[in-house]
């Protein structure tokens, strides 16, 4: 049985396809991302980067279902 953490994307072509989609959405909210560690956000970035991605997912879910 694996013990992979729930965050761990096993298909390299996932991870990058995920990270792309976090530089676009970090782009859009006028945060900085650079590759690898972004420690230095502060948890606002933070949540502006991922409360954009979640938007982006749920319009591609809705533009799906027409």
Known sequence: MSTNSSN????PA???A???FKM???SEVGV???NGYNGE????????VG???V???IEAYENGMK
């Open 8 to 11: 761990h994307l096993v298909n």
């Open 14 to 16: 996932a991870r990058e």
């Open 18 to 20: 995920m990270d792309k």
């Open 24 to 26: 676009e959405a970090a």
């Open 32 to 34: 900085n991302l650079k």
């Open 41 to 48: 956000l502060t948890s606002r970035q933070a949540g502006s």
């Open 51 to 53: 409360g954009q991605m």
């Open 55 to 57: 938007k982006k997912m």
